[in-house]
Structures are given as structure tokens and as C-alpha cells.
């Protein structure tokens, strides 16, 4: 399997009918500014919107092309969406392909394959429904077609594993036979689906189609591409966000070895142009730039810190979650329950830096790239090079991980631009290690005060949560901003909705946000706010079940009888792990449950400690994410859940100092090692009532269940992250 650059229209064989869904979050990057752009009407006559052929080829070899359009970056959703349809389409899995229609392709049929956005675990969940459709009416037409041929009823006919059976008559022919036939018949409109429980294809634990190309080298992935005559570009940004560069001597560098050009990219960047990558970063470590490093400079991670502490106390804030008087349940709590945590920057750190190849000329400019969002990437292009969309096109290439970021494209128009001024030579910008680091997106800054209310006999009668700090949507998308208020500060924290509510009933309840921007840009980072929102709840609630002198367990379900797919996700991991017995001598356990982008998820971990070295030796990780479409796919994206959200835990966070980042690479900002990473035992039990992400949620219950654990083996609370800060490292 290869994803291909783009697809060849005249090979649409068969298809149906489908339009996107609607955005959990609205947050769709680029779809909007090219509808906004009028991009769908430049191209004049020659769309073809009643072109239905969208999700499904055929060719007469019996091989099924599926149309995949969200990005693969290791979450294995091409594996799964390709199953959704060919369960539909009733095919031979083992002679299925994937392609990807580009974002061109998109605009031209009205944007008709829906949102390319493979963000917020999304990709499945909010694509099930039109892309099983797609398979199911190909199914009914290409049974149509062979009816036709045979002169039967097409109710007398039917179809399994690519093969056409009319059983009165004993005939039999093959979808590839009858597929050109098919094509010219009308598409029926929502065609009946598939019960789950009939399912052959989908819901079972099938290699990924991407595998064997990635085992033996054929992937290509962005940093890997080149074009002949390609030169490469290395940029360098100011140092502080929102300074810029205030002069620059190219004569200095002008004359080294393999040097083409030396340019200004925009306000706040440089870049070299040369024959290798190398020669191009050597030149740029060698020009004098001078930085106008504006205000920012004199902020760093404490002053930054100090501002979000006033905001604990703030008294404007938003509010996410209100129930009864919260305020007057504290005045009159038996016991008082207070704590401060905090959750720091964080870094995508993707294994391959931001980069992108651009062949820009007056009539026309591509661009070969790892995206999360072909159509934010698409979008880019057009608005950097000042060209039409039906000038532009962006071909996808393998993502050497996103994490979320690569939803932002900004490396998209610094290549652009950069091309601009070389005008028919492919060049291709690739970010240094240490400029990926220090001028990206990070994670969102915030603190969060609890205070708990016990009644006199133990019970949890109010609890006033107050967030402060960063709101990632005031940053990419403020016209998403309700009244001033980000919503998804919330996650997890809601009254209700599939999105990420609260599993807990408490009678009193107050949760609000201050809002405090740094400069340091804000981006979604897997798993968003749910990460640190988990992290407070989680183990505040236990904080408050040793207050109440209660099991934590036994606490957390007191309140939680009208929430039970929370509460059976919670005695899953609590069942499997043995909580009702002792944990092994010298062994303590931890545990917590979340609810985000609409899946249910919960954790356990047993822990040592041992001269503050942690020694995680288990974890029990219970996700109910409605439809289980792939359960091989959802135990390895739990795994690596743990792996991302404990290696935040211990090693992650970044300091500011000067205004800058001061992470520059893997030296500082560690990540988890295999020796290290502790055995993760999943339990994935589907209700089969609703569609859930997987590509995030479990991340949200990594870190609680670890520090409760902690707490149980220690009897101290770590509330402030890194662990590496507090000298605990792992065993």
C-alpha cells in the first residue's frame, strides 16, 4: 500500500453519493476560507457536480481502490475507514487499495468527500456514516448491474466477498465484470447499512493496509521526497514570539559552498537556500541576523506562572459547568477540601520536523507534504502564493507522526514563500530540530484551584474547580470564541454531550475559566485540554476521598449512578486489576476514569517507589468508544497513549526564559523508553450505541491513575509537571 500523489479522475468507476458531517468542535481549517475564497467557482466549467463517484473504484480485475480521505499518520484510520466501507461494499478485503483524492479534487466536486481535518479522533467518528453509505450504494449497484445483465430481479440477487450470486438460476460474475456497467446506473440515496452484529470485515482486529509498505521502506514520507533539480531551504525564526528580524548581512554567507539565495521569508524569519540542506544550515548558523525582540523578551515560565496564579482568584471568568450554589456549600462544608495544580507547555515533538517541498511558478504552484489537513494546507497555498486554487495543489505525503500538529500549516506558507523567490526550482524547507522545537505550537499553559465541600457525613457536596490560563481557540480560531469564553477549555468538564462530559453528580458545582494568554502560541496537542483537565479532576477526587477517609473507588461511585457508562468503564480496570484485594508487597495502585471526544475511558496502574525512582508495573487501561471498528488498531493507540501522556508526565514541559523556548532538542525534552514504558493491559468492551474517538482518550486517564498511584505509594501529591522537576525519575 502507498498513498498515491493523486488520483486519476477517468479511473472513478463506481461510487456514491456523500457530504461531509458536521464538526464536533467546529473547528474545520481551510474547508471554511476556501468556501469563504469562492474556490469551488474558479473552476469555471469544467466541475462536474453531479459526479458521484467519489468513494469506491473498480477495476476489472476485481481490485476495490477505497477513497480515504483523512490523513494516516500511525492511528491506523486508513485501515479502519477503508473496513467501514468495504464491510458495506461486501467485498474481498484482500483485494482492496486505498487512494487519496487531494484537496483540489475536494473543491472541485464542492467539497463532497467532506472534511480532510484528522484531528480531535475524529476521523471515523465523524465519517462513519457517509463512507459506509458510499460503500453500500456501490453494492446495490453493481447487484443492479449484474440483475440487468442476467434479465432477474435484482432482489433475487446477491453479493459477498466481490462476487454476484443470482442462486435461481445458478449465475455468478464478479463485481469487476459488471463494474463499468454499474457506473452509468443512478445513485440510491441512503441505502439501508449493515447491523454491527452482521459484520465481517469491520470490528475485527485486520492488519493495517500500511504496514508492509512501511516495514520494508516503500513509504514515502515528506522528508524523504525529492524532484530533480530540488534545492533545500533552512530557516531560522525570532527567537521570541512576536519579535522580528530587524537586519540581516547576506554578504557574510553569500559566497559558501553550495549558497543560491539568502532571503527574508516574512517579518520574523530568514531563510538560505543551497544545493543540500546542510550547506543551507550552515550558512544560516553563520549570518548575522539582528532581532527586534519587542516585549516578550523579558517573560519567562515564573512571571507566566505569577500571571495564571492571579487568575485563580480573578473575579471575572467564564463559566463551563454550574449546578446549585457552590459558594454556599462551601461557606457551610463540614470540611474544606483545597488545592492548586498546574500543567505546563508542552511539545508535539514529531519524530520528522515540519517540512515541505514547493514548485512555485506565475502560473502554478504545488506542494508535496505531511498534513493533518490537506484542505488548511491547501488553503495556505493558495493565500502565500497569491494564485487561484485551480493554480494550486497540495499532494500528501506519509506524516512522520502529527500529535496535532500538523493541523497548522504554517510551514506550508514559509515554503511557499521561500519558492516564491525561485521562481521553477522545487525547493524543499525543512525545519532544524531545535527551530521545530523552539518556534512551533505548544500545548496551552494553564492552573487550576480546587475547592471541595464535605458534608458531615463524607459526602461531597460542593466543589468550585477554577481553570487559569491559555485558550488555544483565542489563538487559532477566535471567532469560535463564545461571548469571550473558549468551550473547549471545558473538555471533559461539561453538564452533558458526547464531547466530554462530567461522570460525577455533585449537588452544588461551580467550573470557570480566567483567561490568561502568554505569548508562547497555544496548539492542540493530542488529547487538547482534556489532559490536564483530567489530571486536576482525577486527582482531586482522590485528595477528597482521603479527606473523606473513603476508598477512592468506593468515593468515585457514590457519584456516579446516573452516569453509567462512565461508572462501567471504572469497574472494568478496578476488575481487572484486583482492587477489591491487596496489591503485591511493596506494589500501590491508582486509578480514574475521563470522558472525551466522545468515548468513555479508565485506568489503573500499580506502582513502587523507591528513592524517588517510580517503577510503573502495570496498567489497565478500559475504553468503551461506542463501535470498536479495528480492536488490534485500538489496543496499539491505547499503548501509545501511555506512551505520549507519560512521557509528558516525567520528562515533558517547556521552559521559558528571555521570552524564548529553552528545549531544544530530545537531550531536554525526553520521551519515554521501551524499557521504561510498563505493560498495558486494554479492555475494550463497545456498548455498539454511538461512535467514539480512539485516537486520544485514553491519553487522559495516563497520567491521574499514575499519580494516584504515586500519592498511594508515597502519601505525597505531585501537582506540578514535569516529575523530573521534583527529582522523581523512573526506575
Known amino acids: 500500500m502507498n498513498f498515491q500523489p493523486k488520483i486519476n479522475r477517468r479511473a472513478f468507476v463506481i461510487g456514491s453519493a456523500a457530504v461531509g458531517g458536521g464538526l464536533a468542535l467546529g473547528i474545520p481549517f481551510g474547508g471554511d476560507a476556501l468556501a469563504q475564497a469562492g474556490a469551488a467557482d474558479q473552476f469555471g466549467e469544467n466541475l462536474t457536480p453531479n459526479e458521484?463517484?467519489?468513494?469506491?473504484?473498480?477495476?476489472?480485475?476485481?481490485?476495490?481502490?477505497?477513497?480515504?480521505?483523512?490523513?494516516?499518520?500511525?492511528?491506523?484510520?486508513?485501515?479502519?475507514?477503508?473496513?467501514?466501507?468495504?464491510?458495506?461494499?461486501?467485498?474481498?478485503?484482500?483485494?482492496?487499495?486505498?487512494?487519496?483524492?487531494?484537496?483540489?479534487?475536494?473543491?472541485?466536486?464542492?467539497?463532497?468527500?467532506?472534511?480532510?481535518?484528522?484531528?480531535?479522533?475524529?476521523?471515523?467518528?465523524?465519517?462513519?456514516?457517509?463512507?459506509?453509505?458510499?460503500?453500500?450504494?456501490?453494492?446495490?449497484?453493481?447487484?443492479q448491474a449484474a440483475a440487468n445483465e442476467w434479465k432477474v430481479p435484482a432482489s433475487e440477487c446477491t453479493a459477498?466477498?466481490?462476487?454476484?450470486?443470482?442462486?435461481?438460476?445458478?449465475?455468478?460474475?464478479?463485481?469487476?465484470?459488471?463494474?463499468?456497467?454499474?457506473?452509468?446506473?443512478?445513485?440510491?440515496?441512503?441505502?439501508?447499512?449493515?447491523?454491527?452484529?452482521?459484520?465481517?470485515?469491520?470490528?475485527?482486529?485486520?492488519?493495517?493496509?500500511?504496514?508492509?509498505?512501511?516495514?520494508?521502506?516503500?513509504?514515502?514520507?515528506?522528508?524523504?521526497?525529492?524532484?530533480?533539480?530540488?534545492?533545500?531551504?533552512?530557516?531560522?525564526?525570532?527567537?521570541?514570539?512576536?519579535?522580528?528580524?530587524?537586519?540581516?548581512?547576506?554578504?557574510?554567507?553569500?559566497?559558501?559552498?553550495?549558497?543560491?539565495?539568502?532571503?527574508?521569508?516574512?517579518?520574523?524569519?530568514?531563510?538560505?537556500?543551497?544545493?543540500?540542506?546542510?550547506?543551507?544550515?550552515?550558512?544560516?548558523?553563520?549570518?548575522?541576523?539582528?532581532?527586534?525582540?519587542?516585549?516578550?523578551?523579558?517573560?519567562?515560565?515564573?512571571?507566566?506562572?505569577?500571571?495564571?496564579?492571579?487568575?485563580?482568584?480573578?473575579?471575572?471568568?467564564?463559566?463551563?459547568n454550574k449546578q446549585g450554589d457552590a459558594t454556599a456549600a462551601l461557606s457551610g462544608a463540614a470540611k474544606k477540601v483545597e488545592a492548586v495544580y498546574a500543567y505546563p507547555f508542552q511539545n508535539h515533538v514529531c519524530l520528522e520536523p515540519m517540512n515541505a517541498t514547493v514548485l512555485y511558478t506565475p502560473e502554478k504552484c504545488e506542494v508535496w507534504t505531511s498534513t493533518q489537513n490537506g484542505e488548511a494546507a491547501y488553503a495556505a497555498t493558495i493565500a502565500a502564493s497569491g494564485l487561484r486554487a485551480d493554480q494550486c495543489e497540495i499532494h500528501r505525503l506519509m506524516l512522520g507522526t502529527g500529535f496535532g500538529r500538523r493541523t497548522r500549516s504554517e510551514y506550508v506558507t514559509e515554503a511557499v514563500l521561500i519558492a516564491k523567490q525561485m521562481p521553477g526550482i522545487p525547493v524543499k524547507l525543512l525545519k532544524s530540530r531545535e527551530e521545530d522545537m523552539t518556534n512551533g505550537v505548544y500545548h496551552p499553559v494553564t492552573q487550576c484551584k480546587l475547592t471541595g465541600a464535605l458534608d458531615k457525613d463524607n459526602n461531597l457536596v460542593g466543589l468550585h474547580m477554577r481553570i487559569s490560563g491559555q485558550s488555544i481557540l483565542s489563538y487559532a480560531r477566535p471567532e469560535a470564541m463564545k461571548g469571550g469564553a473558549d468551550p473547549i477549555i471545558f473538555q471533559g468538564l461539561n453538564p452533558g454531550g458526547a464531547e466530554g462530559a462530567l461522570g460525577y453528580d455533585i449537588p452544588n458545582l461551580l467550573i470557570d475559566h480566567s483567561l490568561r494568554n502568554p505569548h508562547v502560541p497555544p496548539w492542540f496537542w493530542r488529547g487538547v485540554n482534556n489532559n490536564q483537565n483530567a489530571i486536576y479532576l482525577e486527582c482531586f477526587i482522590d485528595e477528597l476521598a482521603q479527606a473523606a477517609g473513603q476508598d477512592p473507588l468506593a468515593f468515585r461511585r457514590k457519584m456516579m449512578a446516573k452516569h453509567p457508562k462512565h461508572l462501567a468503564v471504572l469497574n472494568a480496570v478496578a476488575e481487572r486489576v484486583g482492587w477489591d484485594k491487596p496489591a503485591p508487597q511493596g506494589i500501590f495502585r491508582g486509578l480514574c476514569q475521563h470522558m472525551g471526544y466522545g468515548s468513555y475511558v479508565a485506568a489503573a496502574a500499580e506502582v513502587s517507589v523507591q528513592d524517588n525512582k517510580v517503577k510503573m508495573h502495570r496498567i489497565v487501561a478500559a475504553t468503551n468508544p461506542?463501535?470498536?471498528?479495528?480492536?488490534?488498531?485500538?489496543?496499539?493507540?491505547?499503548?501509545?497513549?501511555?506512551?505520549?501522556?507519560?512521557?509528558?508526565?516525567?520528562?515533558?514541559?517547556?521552559?521559558?526564559?528571555?521570552?524564548?523556548?529553552?528545549?531544544?532538542?530530545?537531550?531536554?525534552?525526553?520521551?519515554?523508553?521501551?524499557?521504561?514504558?510498563?505493560?498495558?493491559?486494554?479492555?475494550?468492551?463497545?456498548?455498539?450505541?454511538?461512535?467514539?474517538?480512539?485516537?486520544?482518550?485514553?491519553?487522559?486517564?495516563?497520567?491521574?491513575?499514575?499519580?494516584?498511584?504515586?500519592?498511594?505509594?508515597?502519601?505525597?501529591?505531585?501537582?506540578?509537571?514535569?516529575?523530573?522537576?521534583?527529582?522523581?525519575?523512573?526506575?
Open 626 to 731: 461506542g463501535h470498536a471498528v479495528n480492536p488490534a488498531q485500538i489496543e496499539r493507540q491505547i499503548a501509545g497513549s501511555f506512551v505520549y501522556g507519560l512521557s509528558a508526565l516525567f520528562h515533558g514541559g517547556i521552559t521559558i526564559k528571555d521570552g524564548a523556548v529553552v528545549e531544544t532538542n530530545f537531550d531536554t525534552y525526553d520521551s519515554l523508553r521501551m524499557a521504561e514504558m510498563p505493560k498495558v493491559e486494554s479492555v475494550i468492551m463497545p456498548s455498539n450505541d454511538f461512535w467514539g474517538g480512539v485516537g486520544e482518550p485514553t491519553i487522559f486517564v495516563a497520567a491521574p491513575a499514575v499519580l494516584n498511584a504515586i500519592f498511594a505509594a508515597t502519601g505525597r501529591r505531585y501537582r506540578t509537571f514535569p516529575l523530573k522537576n521534583h527529582n522523581l525519575e523512573i526506575a
Open 52 to 143: 458521484l463517484g467519489i468513494w469506491v473504484a473498480i477495476k476489472p480485475d476485481d481490485t476495490v481502490a477505497i477513497r480515504v480521505v483523512r490523513a494516516e499518520m500511525g492511528q491506523g484510520s486508513q485501515t479502519g475507514l477503508a473496513q467501514l466501507i468495504a464491510e458495506e461494499l461486501d467485498c474481498d478485503w484482500a483485494k482492496v487499495t486505498t487512494e487519496y483524492p487531494t484537496p483540489m479534487d475536494n473543491v472541485k466536486r464542492k467539497r463532497a468527500w467532506g472534511n480532510y481535518n484528522s484531528s480531535g479522533s475524529r476521523a471515523i467518528r465523524e465519517s462513519h456514516q457517509y463512507v459506509r453509505e458510499g460503500g453500500a450504494a456501490a453494492r446495490l449497484m453493481l447487484i
Open 160 to 320: 459477498s466477498a466481490g462476487v454476484i450470486t443470482h442462486k435461481a438460476s445458478n449465475r455468478t460474475t464478479t463485481y469487476g465484470k459488471v463494474a463499468a456497467a454499474a457506473a452509468k446506473l443512478p445513485v440510491p440515496e441512503k441505502p439501508a447499512l449493515k447491523d454491527p452484529k452482521d459484520w465481517k470485515i469491520a470490528g475485527k482486529p485486520l492488519k493495517r493496509l500500511d504496514t508492509a509498505d512501511k516495514v520494508v521502506g516503500k513509504m514515502m514520507y515528506s522528508i524523504d521526497f525529492k524532484m530533480p533539480g530540488m534545492l533545500s531551504a533552512a530557516i531560522k525564526d525570532c527567537p521570541v514570539f512576536g519579535g522580528k528580524v530587524k537586519s540581516f548581512d547576506a554578504s557574510k554567507v553569500s559566497g559558501m559552498k553550495g549558497v543560491k539565495k539568502v532571503l527574508q521569508v516574512d517579518d520574523k524569519s530568514v531563510a538560505v537556500v543551497a544545493d543540500t540542506w546542510w550547506q543551507a544550515k550552515t550558512a544560516l548558523d553563520a549570518l548575522p541576523i539582528e532581532w527586534d525582540k519587542g516585549e516578550n523578551e523579558k517573560v519567562s515560565s515564573e512571571s507566566i506562572a505569577k500571571w495564571l496564579e492571579e487568575g485563580l482568584t480573578a473575579e471575572n471568568a467564564y463559566v463551563g
